[in-house]
């Protein structure tokens, strides 16, 4: 089998290849069935693979669409990182219309378009610092709070799905087709497992973290970005949001789900602690009198 990135012929059985380590299998855009280089069809949905196109080998590796800046925090804390269970944010996002955009541009064509669509989703994800854990056909999984960990982790993730939202409605016109996604957000554990030197991260969820956001993703209707109670509980002071009920999800307890509506303007984190109301401060004294002494002065 032919390396798609160095053009190094491999065993047929190889996975990955010999020389650079990039993955040699390819998966289906519909379902993500692992498939051989020679296939024309999928085996599990039937869906045409179509020929891959030179401008995915980018996506084989992490290190390869992973911001500088962000590579280097992961890798610098991968040792304290690898083994410890972590509260994220799992987003999933995929196209609600590829199967009709396949049909209509044929293979090529839907390869540059999903090409230009995971470069506007990534830059979002990357702005607020997620990593994109796998990709997923025509959609993909990021998280947010690890490996990087942020106390806002689920802010950040409805600051990128909104975002994603408005970059494929500017370039409607680059893209030369109106894309509409859907994506599912749940909080939750995970464990970080190991993270290798061209980036790669293994996670494990601890329960039903990711299993509950792919559910709401696949539930979500197209252009909708659908959000757990437990995520929702943390964000509801930044997002305009519509309750949606309960929904049943198969092996789990029915489930609140929400519906993001838009953001909520001007709502910074402090303008949200202000009227929550703001800690006092203990055993603060003498710094507040030196503070006020200052504040009198100016």
């Known amino acids: 089998m032919r390396c798609p ?4 012929d491999n065993p047929p059985h190889a996975k990955f290849c010999l020389e650079g380590g990039a993955p040699l299998a390819f998966t289906c855009r519909k379902c993500g069935a692992e498939l051989p280089a020679s296939a024309k069809f999928c085996l599990a949905c039937a869906h045409p693979v179509g020929t891959p196109v030179a401008g995915f080998a980018r996506l084989a590796s992490p290190e390869a669409y992973t911001p500088r800046h962000l590579a280097e925090r992961i890798l610098t804390s991968r040792s304290v990182l690898e083994g410890e269970r972590k509260q994220v944010t799992v987003l999933f996002c995929d196209l609600a219309n590829s199967t009709a955009l396949a049909e209509r541009l044929g293979p090529e ?15 979002e994800v990357h702005r607020y610092e997620g990593t994109v854990n796998q990709f997923l056909g025509d959609g993909f999984m990021a998280l947010f709070g690890a490996p990087v960990a942020y106390e806002d982790h689920a802010r950040r993730a409805v600051l990128t799905a909104v975002g994603i939202q408005r970059a494929l409605e500017q370039h409607r016109t680059v893209l030369g ?4 996604v859907r994506m599912g957000l ?16 293994d996670y494990t969820a601890i329960g039903d973290t990711t299993h509950l956001a792919a559910r709401l993703q696949q539930l979500a209707e197209s252009g909708a970005v659908y959000l757990s109670e437990t995520t929702h509980g943390l964000v509801e002071a930044y997002v305009e949001s519509a309750f949606l009920g309960e929904r049943e999800f198969k092996g789990l307890a029915p489930q609140r789900v929400y519906r993001v ?10 303008d949200v602690a202000l009227r929550r109301g703001l800690s006092p401060l203990v055993g ?3 710094e507040l009198a030196a503070l006020e002494r200052a504040y009198r002065e100016v």
């Open 5 to 8: 990135q160095c053009q190094r």
């Open 186 to 201: 749940n909080t939750g554990l995970v464990v970080v497992g190991k993270i290798g030197d061209n980036l790669r991260m």
């Open 284 to 286: 603060r004294r003498q």
């Open 177 to 180: 087709e109106e894309l509409a």
């Open 261 to 270: 509506e838009g953001l909520k303007p001007g709502a910074t984190r402090f």
């Open 109 to 123: 064509g839907m390869h540059a378009l999903l090409n230009r669509f995971f470069e506007l989703a990534l830059a």
